[in-house]
């Protein structure tokens, strides 16, 4: 293929240099991953980090050494669903409770100590973590600027002092920031061996003499320059300096992101009994303007599958195909019981459609029509197991965006099982593109108001919908009535007047009824902060229910039962007195 034609992807040049200087320990440390997997860089990225151990220790080195190898290791061990700010912090977090502990003993004079710097290129963004006085800087555009803030703290007639690091507190306190990246960007992450002995504009001319086609022993041979003059100018510290410039960055349009599936053909509508692969289809389950669904068999396994073909409507909509594309990631990325899982596609087709668990049971919908008034054990067991569904979701960093009876399936076992998730938001594809989504996804009259009037959405959007659906579970309705089955573009004006629910079914308690209206407030920030609250609450109220409910007849319970225990009864009757009968007639 042509060069000129070929896609552009993010690539980096990188080279560092570290030495003890004056000292007869080196407690600087710095390392890089440029990682060989096309995946893993697109979805965790580039990691350059460097690290100065604090000098009043023996064990620095060792501090240093673990914190920049650990880092690394750790992060890309992290979900690949996760965003680089949750994935990072999760590391230093884990990291700083482990040297913190180490330094129980002794905290002040030969503890685990030590600053930390990183820059983690993914996409087209760079985002910067930051904890100490080692420091980040980024020449742009013959500009040299520190992006990083030192914390440290002057003593007067002393060497400043260190007010954060890793190690020496149990409650960590990161600087984080993203900036967007252009080809030609170049970082610079140095120890204060460098930047204490070295002015800004001395670093600028240094930086400034790299090429556009410099190579990596340049920038090796450049960083060991810049080290070297750090010594000269009295630096009696540890000197690091690690260099790493953007030379190509990937497209982040759509249509470039994504531009595999164009390579895929969008099955025609099919019929029962057509075969497209392996499978033959046995019923059509569903036939939409957006998608169709099939129940099929896969004729080598004789297993039942759930095929998912998107429409021809949509073969121009890449918005449309991002969506479907993360569907099928999410089911193959999540494996719990509670969640649907999406198979590989077939090796070597040429078609775009999903293969999806069979599940057996019923839509929640189809479940709440056949009980209108269910038990309320029954009930609440339903709404946990649909908040722990939903939780397995939420601590993959993902957000449903579309939970509705429909899109919840009750398993011949009782359990639940989530369905559907092309509406799904994933904040590691967040990174990669943003979706030009003009209108939000969902059931209008399940959809939380954050995320239908400003297309912001959270967990706790997903709590307002698992709300509004335990409330119409409850008691058949709906929390605003005033706004049900409206259009987008009148949802918009809803009022958000609530309904409380002994409206509909007197016997729910009031407590009931302020648990739910908490969880349905259309202010984000007045709802319950955590699903592990909300279900904390009603948990509460199910003891109370139970403990202050009268024991129901057997009757109530079981009225099979109660008439086939009578009957025995009847039958056992009858036969006595025809004994008695028999006897006497005998005599």
């Keep these: 293929m042509d060069k000129s034609q070929a896609k552009p992807t993010l690539k980096v040049c990188i080279g560092g240099y570290s030495t003890a200087g004056k000292r007869s320990v080196n407690q600087d440390a710095f390392a890089v991953k440029d990682p060989y997997s096309a995946s893993e860089k697109k979805m965790k990225g580039i990691v350059a980090c460097v690290a100065d151990g604090v000098s009043c220790s023996d064990k620095g080195q060792q ?68 904890i100490g006085d080692s420091r980040v800087y980024r020449y ?3 500009e040299l ?170 073969e121009e909509d890449t918005n449309y195909l991002l969506g479907f594309y993360k569907e099928q990631w999410v089911g193959q990325s999540i494996n719990h019981p509670s969640v649907m899982s999406i198979a590989d596609n077939i090796k070597g087709s040429v078609f775009l459609y999903h293969i999806c668990e069979y599940v057996e049971g019923m839509s929640l919908r189809l479940w709440m029509q056949k009980n209108p008034k269910p038990e309320l054990d029954q009930a609440y067991d339903i709404i ?12 993959a960093g993902m957000v449903h965006r579309d939970l509705k009876p429909e899109n919840i399936i009750i398993t011949e076992q009782d359990d639940i099982k989530l369905i559907d998730f092309g509406t799904v938001k994933v904040n590691g594809f967040e990174e990669i593109v943003k979706e030009q989504q003009e209108e939000p996804l969902g059931a209008v009259d399940y959809i939380a108001p954050e ?58 308690s009031s407590r009931l009824d302020n648990v739910l209206q908490r969880a349905l407030d259309p202010k984000p920030n007045k709802r319950y902060s955590t699903m592990s609250e909300f279900i904390a609450e009603l948990t509460v109220i199910q003891k109370r229910q139970t403990i202050q409910e009268p024991k ?18 009847f039958i056992g009757i009858s036969a006595a007195e025809l004994f008695i009968l028999l006897s006497t007639r005998a005599l």
Excluded at 481 to 492: G, I, V
Excluded at 552 to 569: G, N, T
Aim: overall charge negative.
């Design 63 to 130: 501090a240093s050494h673990t914190s920049v190898t650990q880092f690394i290791a750790d992060y890309y061990s992290t979900n690949k669903s996760w965003d680089v700010k949750q994935s990072a912090s999760k590391v230093l977090n884990s990291l700083n409770s482990w040297l913190y502990q180490h330094n129980q003993d002794d905290l002040r004079h030969n503890g685990l100590i030590t600053t930390f710097s990183s820059v983690v290129i993914k996409s087209t963004t760079a985002h910067i973590l930051h």
């Design 140 to 142: 742009q555009e013959e």
């Design 145 to 314: 600027k520190q992006l990083s803030h030192d914390h440290s703290r002057a003593v007067y007639k002393q060497n400043p002092v260190l007010t954060r690091a890793l190690g020496m507190d149990c409650h960590l306190d990161i600087d984080y920031q993203t900036i967007p990246l252009q080809v030609g960007d170049l970082f610079m992450l140095s120890s204060d061996g460098v930047h204490d002995y070295l002015s800004q504009e001395s670093l600028k001319e240094y930086l400034s003499q790299l090429t556009e086609d410099a190579t990596t022993k340049e920038f090796e041979q450049l960083a060991k320059t810049i080290c070297d003059d750090a010594l000269t100018q009295g630096s009696s510290d540890n000197i690091s300096c690690l260099l790493v410039k953007v030379t190509s960055l990937p497209r982040s349009d759509l249509s470039e992101l994504f531009s595999h599936l164009s390579s895929l053909n969008i099955p025609p509508a099919l019929q029962v009994g057509n075969e497209i692969d392996c499978f033959k289809i046995d019923k059509i389950l569903h036939e939409g303007a957006r998608s169709h669904v099939y129940l099929a068999t896969d004729k080598s396994t004789k297993n039942k599958v759930v095929l998912k073909m998107p429409s021809l409507n949509f």
């Design 384 to 395: 946990k197991k649909i908040v722990n569904a939903v939780r397995v979701l939420q601590r």
């Design 451 to 508: 995320y239908l009037n400003d297309n912001q959405s959270s967990s706790l959007s997903d709590l307002f919908s698992i709300a509004v659906i335990a409330y119409e579970l409850l008691s058949g309705y709906l929390p605003y009535p005033a706004n049900q089955a409206q259009s987008l573009d009148r949802a918009r004006q809803y009022t958000w007047i609530y309904q409380p629910i002994q409206t509909h079914r007197s016997e729910l």
């Design 552 to 569: 129901k007849s057997l009757l109530e319970r079981d009225p099979v039962k109660f008439w086939q225990y009578l009957a025995f009864i």
